[in-house]
C-alpha cells in the first residue's frame, strides 16, 4: 500500500515528537483560559494543577526526546521507539480495540462533555494519543506496514468511527424537536402526503423540496418518530459513503489498499462540508451515468441530475452541467480536436443543465399550490452579512479562513501536480477547471454571506464536491493526458499526504458523541398538558397555531389537532431575513385579530443583541418582525424550558407590548 512516499526515519519521528510536544502546551493555555473563564483559582485547586503540571511534565519529556533525536544519539532513540519484537500480534490487537474505544468514551463523558467540551486542544490531544496508541497497535499486528502508514491507516479508521458515531445520538424517542430546525425536517416531508397524513391536501414545502421529498418515505407507513430520526441519518451517511465507490469507479484504482485508504479520506472531506444529504443524488447521477462514449447516455444523466437540482437550491442549479463539463476536461484530451468543436459539448451541458433546474422549478412552484412565487426566491433578497468573511462570534474562524485554511492543502497538492505533468495538460483545460473552482469558491461565499448563513463551511458545498473530484482524478492518476499514455499513481509525500488527511481531522475531533438524556415522565406530563390545552380549544372551536413542533401533529403525537399551514418556524424566519413585507403585514394582521386561540412555539424572549453577539442579526430580525407581533398580542400560559415548548393565549383587555 504505497500512497505516499515514506520520509526519513527521523523526519517521521520528530514530527510525532514535535507534535505531541506541542498539543499539551496548547491543552495548558485552553485550561488556563476556561479557569479564567468559570472562575477556577488555579493555584488553590489541587486536581487543576496536577493537571496543568502533568501536561507541563509529558511536554518537557517529548521536548527532551526531541533534543536527544537531533543529536548523534537519535538513532538510538528511534530504534528504541521502533522495538516492537517483544510483543505479539494479539497485543497490538488489543491495543488497537482499546484505542478505537479510547477516544470516543473520553468525549462522551458527561465531565468532559460539561467541563472540556469547547477546548479544541485538549480534544486533539486526547484524539492524538489514542492515535499514537493505535498505530503501535497496527504495527504490532501487521509488522510489514511502515510506521506512516500504520499513523495515517489509525488516524483514517479512528476518524471514520467517530464520524459515525457523532451520528448516533440523534435517533431517539424524545418526543420534542432537539435543535432548531429539526421538526421542520420532520414536518414538511409530510405535506407531500398531506392527504395520507391529515385527511386534507395542503401546499407542497417551499423549503428544500428534494429534501423534504427524501424525508417522507416513513410517513407511509405511520413510523414513529424514531424511525424518521434513523431515516435522516441513514440518508445522511449513506448518500455520502454512495459517492464513495462512484468516484472511486471513475477512478480506476486497482490496488486495494490504496482505493480503501482514498475511500475513507473522500467520505471525510464530503461529510466536513457538509454536502447535504440531498444535494448528493446530482453527484451520484453524474458520477455513474457521465460517458464521453455515449454522448445520450450524459444527456439523460445531465437532464435527471438539473431536475433534482432545481428542487433542492438555487446555487446548485449550475451544478449538473458543471459536473459533466469538469468530467469532460479531466477524460477528454483536446489533442486532435477543433478548439470551438470542443468546447461545444460542456458549454451546451451547462447552458442547457441550468435552463433545466430553473424550468424544474417552476413546474414545481405551479404544482405546489402556493400562489406568490416569490416565497420560493427569498433568499435573493436578504442581507449580505460581509464581516463574516473574517473571525467574529458566530463563527470563530471566519468563513474565508476556515475555507482557505480546508482547501489550501490540496489547492497545493494540484499545483505540484499540474506543474509536474505540465506535458499532461492542455492549458485550456487547466484554466477553465481552475476557473470553475474559483467561480464556485466565491460563490460559495457570497451564498454563506447571507443572513442566516455564515456559521460553518456547508454553503461551499459546491464548490468542495468539485475540487474533491478535480484532487482524485490528479492524485489518483485517473484523468487523459495529451498524449493518450496511461497516467501512473504518484505517491503523494509525506508532508502533503499529513496535510491533505489532517484537515478534515481536525474539524472533525471537535464534535462529541452526546446522547439526549430526558425524563419519559416528564415529557410524557407535557404531552398531556398540550393535548389538555388542544381539547379545551376545540371544545371552544379556536384555531391552534404550532410555530414550532409540527411533528407532534404530522407524527399522531398529539390528536384531534386541526393543522394550519401557515406560519412554521422556518418559513417565518426566511420572510424575515429577506423582509417580505407582503408576508409579514399579513402575519401581523393576523396576530392583531387574535386568529389564533393557541399558539405553540419555544419560549419567546424579547431581547435585541448587540453586532458582538453571535447570530445578533438572525435574532433582532426575529425579534423585531416575528416576536414582537406575538408578544403584543399574546401572552405566556404555560412554559416548558425543559423541553423548549411554551403555550401562548390572546391578551385580554388592553394589550401591552415590550
Request: glycine share 6%.
Amino acid at each position: 500500500m504505497n500512497f505516499i512516499s515514506p520520509p526519513s526515519r527521523a523526519a517521521f519521528w520528530r514530527t510525532i515528537l514535535i507534535i505531541t510536544g506541542t498539543l499539551p502546551l496548547l491543552s495548558i493555555w485552553n485550561l488556563i483560559t476556561l479557569a479564567q473563564e468559570i472562575g477556577v483559582n488555579i493555584s488553590t485547586s489541587v486536581s487543576w494543577m496536577a493537571g496543568i503540571v502533568s501536561l507541563m511534565l509529558i511536554s518537557l519529556t517529548v521536548i527532551l526526546g526531541l533534543v536527544i533525536g537531533m543529536s548523534k544519539a537519535g538513532e538510538s532513540l528511534w530504534l528504541r521507539f521502533e522495538s516492537i519484537d517483544r510483543f505479539n500480534k494479539g497485543f497490538g490487537a488489543g491495543l488497537i480495540l482499546i484505542a478505537l474505544a479510547g477516544f470516543p468514551l473520553i468525549s462522551s463523558n458527561s465531565f468532559f462533555l460539561r467541563i472540556l467540551h469547547f477546548e479544541e486542544w485538549v480534544r486533539m490531544l486526547a484524539f492524538w494519543s489514542f492515535s499514537l496508541a493505535g498505530m503501535w497497535g497496527i504495527k504490532l499486528f501487521r509488522k510489514a506496514t511502515t510506521w506512516p502508514i500504520a499513523l495515517i491507516v489509525f488516524l483514517l479508521c479512528q476518524s471514520v468511527l467517530q464520524l459515525f458515531l457523532i451520528n448516533l445520538p440523534s435517533i431517539t424517542n424524545y418526543p420534542f424537536a432537539m435543535g432548531w430546525s429539526e421538526t421542520s425536517r420532520y414536518y414538511y416531508p409530510s405535506l407531500f402526503l398531506s392527504q395520507l397524513v391529515y385527511g386534507e391536501k395542503f401546499p407542497w414545502p417551499i423549503l428544500h423540496p428534494s429534501l423534504h421529498a427524501l424525508l417522507a418515505p416513513p410517513y407511509l407507513f405511520g413510523a414513529p418518530l424514531w424511525f424518521h430520526r434513523f431515516w435522516q441519518t441513514f440518508l445522511r451517511l449513506g448518500l455520502a459513503a454512495w459517492m464513495v465507490p462512484a468516484l472511486l469507479k471513475r477512478l480506476s484504482i486497482q490496488e486495494r489498499g490504496l482505493k480503501i485508504f482514498a475511500g475513507m479520506w473522500m467520505l471525510l472531506l464530503v461529510l466536513l462540508g457538509p454536502i447535504y444529504l440531498h444535494l448528493i443524488p446530482p453527484v451520484l447521477i453524474l458520477l455513474y451515468g457521465f460517458s464521453p462514449q455515449r454522448p445520450a447516455r450524459t444527456w439523460i444523466a445531465v437532464l435527471l441530475a438539473s431536475v433534482w437540482a432545481g428542487l433542492s437550491r438555487i446555487n446548485w442549479y449550475v451544478m449538473p452541467g458543471m459536473i459533466a463539463a469538469v468530467l469532460y476536461l479531466l477524460e477528454v484530451p483536446i489533442k486532435g480536436k477543433n478548439l470551438r468543436g470542443y468546447l461545444v459539448k460542456p458549454a451546451s451541458w451547462f447552458l442547457v443543465g441550468t435552463a433545466t433546474a430553473i424550468v424544474s422549478m417552476r413546474i414545481y412552484i405551479a404544482l405546489s399550490g402556493i400562489p406568490d412565487a416569490g416565497s420560493f426566491y427569498t433568499s435573493l433578497s436578504s442581507d449580505l452579512l460581509w464581516y463574516r468573511l473574517l473571525p467574529n462570534e458566530s463563527y470563530p474562524l471566519g468563513l474565508l479562513p476556515a475555507a482557505i485554511f480546508v482547501s489550501l492543502p490540496m489547492w497545493i497538492v494540484l499545483y505540484i501536480r499540474f506543474r509536474s505533468r505540465r506535458a499532461d495538460w492542455h492549458l485550456l483545460r487547466v484554466t477553465l477547471l481552475i476557473a470553475a473552482l474559483l467561480v464556485l469558491f466565491l460563490g460559495g461565499l457570497v451564498v454563506s454571506l447571507k443572513i442566516g448563513g455564515g456559521a460553518d463551511l456547508h454553503n461551499l458545498d459546491a464548490y468542495f464536491a468539485i475540487l474533491l473530484i478535480v484532487f482524485s482524478y490528479l492524485v489518483f492518476a485517473g484523468y487523459a493526458p495529451e498524449d493518450g499514455r496511461p497516467v501512473q499513481f504518484t505517491p503523494l509525500s509525506w508532508g502533503n499526504a499529513m496535510w491533505v488527511i489532517v484537515i478534515p481531522i481536525l474539524f472533525l475531533t471537535q464534535s462529541s458523541i452526546s446522547f439526549k438524556t430526558y425524563d419519559p415522565a416528564q415529557t410524557d406530563s407535557v404531552l398531556r398538558k398540550l393535548q389538555a390545552e388542544v381539547d379545551r380549544v376545540n371544545s371552544e372551536g379556536g384555531q391552534i397555531l404550532f410555530i414550532t413542533q409540527r411533528h407532534l401533529v404530522s407524527m399522531g403525537l398529539l390528536h384531534n389537532v386541526t393543522l394550519v399551514p401557515e406560519y412554521e418556524r422556518e418559513e417565518l424566519m426566511e420572510m424575515a431575513m429577506a423582509d417580505n413585507e407582503e408576508f409579514l403585514a399579513v402575519l401581523r394582521s393576523d396576530l392583531d385579530a387574535q386568529r389564533f386561540e393557541l399558539i405553540v412555539v419555544d419560549p419567546l424572549t424579547f431581547k435585541i443583541l448587540a453586532r458582538r453577539r453571535a447570530f445578533s442579526e438572525e435574532n433582532n430580525v426575529w425579534v423585531r418582525r416575528i416576536m414582537r407581533p406575538i408578544l403584543c398580542n399574546y401572552q405566556l400560559e404555560e412554559s416548558f424550558p425543559a423541553d423548549d415548548i411554551a403555550m401562548y393565549i390572546p391578551q385580554e383587555g388592553g394589550r401591552v407590548c415590550p
